[in-house]
């Protein structure tokens, strides 16, 4: 009998929302903010999303919704809140590399542009560095769950992610001459 003794989970689901209102909202916040360097390699992110955005109010709410069946699902305890929000646009040839969320329970990112060359999102087995030295090519008849270091997504508009704030993760290079833009959100739980 075969045993799941640990597993990552990982949620996705399209949202229903008018992504030209976040759309535009991401561009007017761009002109206002310099923004920061955190795992963008070229792009622009944002600093964090603070105060009164009421062109993000019904995606934020989604995302509370959905993330708290989230994480109940899973077995954590509810209700986690939203703690932090930003705005990636990556352009031509700009990247994430690889980072984690820390200080968080949970973490989100909706798609608002993308197109088929806008850059995968690859998410990392945090045993890939032990799994190495063992697993390759030559040992795998067919890359599962059980012996995969990493699961590669190309995401689509409107989607939303969910996932573990420690799951290591990066962007490859937007590859379209159109920015890829995208949100992204931490949740902790809320006291």
């Not at 535009?24 to 955190?38: F, L, Q, S, T």
């Not at 980072?99 to 806008?118: F, G, R």
């Not at 008849?141 to 699961?151: F, H």
Request: charged letters at 25%; glycine letters at 6%.
């Amino acid at each position: 009998m075969i045993y799941d003794l640990f597993s990552v989970p990982f949620y996705s689901c399209r949202l229903n929302l008018d992504n030209s209102i976040i759309e535009k909202y991401c561009y007017e916040v761009k002109k206002k903010d310099k923004g920061r360097v955190i795992s963008n390699e070229g792009g622009w992110q944002s600093n964090l999303l603070e105060g009164y955005m009421p062109e993000l109010n019904d995606l934020f709410k989604e995302m509370v919704i959905k993330t708290n069946e989230f994480a109940n699902d899973i077995g954590l305890v509810t209700p986690l809140k939203l703690s932090a929000g930003w705005i990636n646009i990556n352009g031509f040839k700009d990247s994430n590399i690889v980072h984690n969320h820390p200080n968080c329970l949970l973490s989100t990112i909706y798609y608002v542009k993308t197109n088929n060359k806008s850059g995968q999102i690859e998410f990392q087995n945090p045993v890939m560095d032990l799994m190495a030295e063992n697993v390759s090519n030559e040992t795998v008849k067919e890359y599962t769950n059980y012996v995969s270091g990493r699961k590669i997504f190309s995401p689509d508009n409107e989607r939303l992610f969910i996932f573990p704030g420690y799951l290591n993760h990066y962007v490859r290079p937007n590859l379209s001459k159109e920015d890829r833009i995208s949100i992204a959100c931490n949740f902790v739980r809320d006291y």
